[in-house]
């Protein structure tokens, strides 16, 4: 069924993973793919073939309200509305200094080691990141109608260079072109109405019948009654505060589905080099993705794991 997905940390594991994946096994899905790093080459290569042409591209950094901004205006000038956001960006919140010095992942998060500047971008990136994106995008979910539970307007973060500069962030790379970011307009909405929904985008013809879901990778480790080995304090509180809001999400927010799903310990970019007992990403993925399709609206506000097994809080 045609669909528009949005995904986050699509350049690197689980998120671009996800995106070969629908890409390749949905090539009528339109794909909204975000990262604050460019797509890597080989995948760029690839998706000028016909099947990835759906695919638009924004470089774009999650915590920036004005990045996301870019983002969504693009969202509204095109009609475009979501059926499914997989938020997959984050960091794993290591020291840099003593990774890589020891290259032991434990020893690089422990409280003796721990300091403000990685603690705060963990929290900023994997807490208040997620909460960008969810709010940023809630108000382009599809669902029975599109929900409008937010006021969508210009972010009022002091700009940074970076965030004015023109090229990087909110630039989108779409079909084999990269086109400038759009103009921008604004949403106004009512709390918790639903609205008519706008016209379907991309000409799809079916609109998913189902709510929208809103699927984020937390982990385990976000678990507090889970925690018996401690440590990783910067991760596990930025997840465990992930858990939290996205809990109070599902509760204010019942028009959409949304899941906390933990994928597993898998190779990724996330840690600079492979963990002893990690899985491939192609091994994990098939759980992920079995998971991200089997949750329905009775699963919204869980935590599980890749397989769709509770993880207590
Ligand atoms: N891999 C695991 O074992 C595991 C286990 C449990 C949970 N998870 C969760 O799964 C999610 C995906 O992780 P992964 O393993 O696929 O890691 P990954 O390969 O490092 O992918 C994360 C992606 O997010 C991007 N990113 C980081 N900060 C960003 C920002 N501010 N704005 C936009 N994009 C940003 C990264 O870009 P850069 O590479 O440039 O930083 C990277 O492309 C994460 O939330 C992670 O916590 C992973």
Not at 27 to 54: G, W
């Amino acid at each position: 069924m045609p669909r528009t997905i949005l995904i986050t940390g699509a350049s690197s594991g689980l998120g671009l993973a996800l995106l070969t994946h629908y890409a390749t096994h949905s090539p009528q899905t339109h794909i909204i793919a975000i990262d604050i790093s460019p797509l890597p080459h080989a995948h760029l290569s690839s998706l000028r073939h016909p099947a990835f042409s759906n695919i638009s591209f924004y470089l774009a950094d999650i915590s920036s309200p004005t990045d996301l901004y870019r983002v969504s205006s693009n969202l509204e000038t095109q009609g475009t509305t979501i059926d499914l956001l997989l938020h997959c960006a984050g960091v794993r919140g290591l020291v840099k200094r003593i990774a890589e010095q020891t290259r032991d992942v434990a020893a690089s998060e422990t409280w003796e080691v721990m300091e403000r500047e990685t603690f705060m971008k963990t929290m900023e990136v994997n807490t208040w990141g997620a909460f960008n994106v969810v709010k940023s995008f809630l108000p382009y979910l599809r669902g029975p109608g599109s929900i409008r539970t937010t006021t969508s307007e210009t972010p009022s973060e002091t700009s940074t260079p970076k965030d004015t500069e023109g090229g990087r962030p909110g630039s989108s790379w779409s079909g084999g072109a990269f086109a400038a970011g759009a103009s921008r307009s604004r949403r106004t909405s009512v709390p918790g109405s639903i609205a008519e929904p706008p016209a379907a985008p991309h000409s799809n013809p079916t609109i998913t019948p189902s709510k929208p879901k809103v699927i984020l990778m937390s982990s385990r480790m976000g678990s507090i009654s889970d925690n018996r080995t401690g440590g990783g304090y910067a991760y596990r509180a930025s997840k465990a505060a992930l858990n939290a809001l996205i809990k109070s999400f599902a509760i204010d927010v019942p028009d959409a589905t949304f899941l906390l799903l933990h994928p597993g310990r898998v190779e990724t970019g996330l840690v600079g080099w492979r963990e002893e007992g990690a899985m491939t990403v192609s091994e994990a993925l098939p759980d992920v993705v079995r998971t991200i399709e089997a949750a329905d609206e009775g699963w919204s506000g869980r935590l599980v794991d890749k397989t769709g097994k509770d993880i207590p809080w």
